[in-house]
């Protein structure tokens, strides 16, 4: 079981590279061919509107296949996709590439976070989605800075060509370790069913948990190098500490979320990391002025964000448990747009002239209002079981 998680966990640390590597190699990938930085920066929307487009496209099409097939399938479409982007001979190549590559983003971790929960049992599922996590962190922390150096020195065609190696090494390890039968608990519903699903008040909840909460880090982390040069006060060089920081903190946070949701109840465990969420952010507004807090802000804003990862997977595998893996995958999709939001919200103070230290308020306001839609989840589903266990009345005989 561990060995199998490990091996889907090194396919999330493949997909993390790809995602946030782009960042570092943009101006290396605007010159070799010709664009501007700005331009290049499409090479970022293309990768996030595949995976927004993906995950329920890909999981839809793969219906009436095993979820281990389609964990292979999936990896391997990813390691095409750098396979391309690495050999692309311009731009509107590379372009496409980047949306091929995104495609299975969020179909691989929605069909792997229920295989690796089936693995791990009820009893640890959530630490078990926190270990599949740990790869996209660790890659965040660790691969991201090694990949945009390996790019710097030997070309940022090379550092998509040991991406795709890592995403077959992925493939090599799913192939020996994860069972055929893993994650087969339920049967083939169909892509109706699947559907189905989104009808469900439960589903749409955590799905919107995951938006205003994972909206708050972006607002923090999207302008955290500004934040800390121009409020902080700490030179450039600073900047990769406070982001080493924050990715520590989501490390940690995945640990963090995974625990707790084996503990106590799923919803219960959103509304308590939403809530310390929206205070951290909220003190973040001053702490981010100190050299003392605001380290202490970046890893603490890091934790509690990632620490909803796995609590709000378990939620969506409780609220949709006889057709999961469409509404699974579209957890993806969600973090994508809370991307999009908190980095646009954060843009709307910022060019409101309220400063680099306002976005972390914006944060603090959306993650409150996650707590808002996690205490509406965690009420209905007490008053669900409530109702369910009241005994039915049998009429008397006649």
């Known amino acids: 079981m561990r060995l199998a998680i490990l091996a889907m ?14 960042m570092g190699l943009l101006p290396q990938v605007a010159t070799d061919l010709s664009v501007s930085v700005p331009t290049a920066g499409n090479l970022v929307t293309a990768y996030a509107v ?9 999981t839809a099409a793969g219906a009436r296949l095993s979820r281990r097939t389609l964990l292979l399938a999936f990896m391997a479409l990813f390691a095409v996709g750098n396979g391309l982007a690495a050999l692309a001979p311009g731009f509107g190549t590379l372009l496409a590439a980047r949306f091929l590559t995104g495609l299975p983003h969020g179909a691989f971790f929605g069909v792997a976070a229920l295989v690796a929960a089936d693995l791990a049992g009820p009893a640890r599922r959530a630490s078990a989605v926190g270990w599949l996590f740990l790869g996209l962190t660790v890659a965040n922390l660790v691969g991201v800075p090694a990949a945009t150096v390996f790019g710097g020195v030997v070309g940022w065609r090379l ?3 040991l991406i795709a190696g890592v995403a077959l090494l992925c493939v090599a390890g799913m192939l020996l370790t994860v069972p055929r039968t893993a994650g087969s608990g339920g049967a083939h519903v169909g892509l109706r069913a699947e559907l189905a699903v989104f009808r469900r008040p439960a589903v749409l909840l955590a799905l919107a948990m995951v938006v205003f909460g994972c909206g708050g880090l972006f607002t923090f982390s999207t302008y955290i190098a500004p934040m800390t040069t121009e409020v902080t006060g700490w030179s450039p060089a600073a ?10 903190g989501m490390t940690a ?3 963090l979320g995974g625990r707790l949701a084996d503990r106590m ?65 579209s957890m993806q999709s969600g973090f994508n747009i809370a991307n999009a939001l908190g980095a646009a919200l954060g843009g709307v103070v910022l060019a409101a002239g309220l400063g680099y230290a306002a976005p972390p308020a914006v944060g603090a306001v959306l993650a409150a209002i ?25 009429p008397a005989a006649d």
């Open 265 to 329: 109840d799923s919803r219960r465990a959103a509304v308590v990391v939403l809530a310390a969420q929206s205070l951290v952010l909220f003190g973040s507004v001053a702490a981010v002025h100190s050299p003392v807090f605001a380290p202490v802000a970046a890893f603490a804003v890091g934790a509690l964000s990632l620490a909803l990862v796995p609590v709000v997977q378990t939620v969506v595998l409780d609220a949709a448990q006889d057709a999961p893996v469409l509404a699974s995958a």
């Open 253 to 255: 946070g995945t640990f």
């Open 239 to 248: 900047v990769p500490v406070m982001l080493g920081l924050l990715g520590l």
């Open 9 to 22: 966990a090194l396919g999330a640390f493949a997909i993390g590279l790809t995602e946030f590597a782009i």
């Open 159 to 161: 550092a998509f060509a």
């Open 50 to 58: 595949g995976v927004v487009v993906g995950a329920p496209l890909l």
């Open 370 to 394: 996650g707590v808002v839609i996690a205490v509406v989840a965690w009420r209905r589903s007490r008053t669900t079981t409530a109702t369910s266990a009241q005994p039915v009345a049998v």
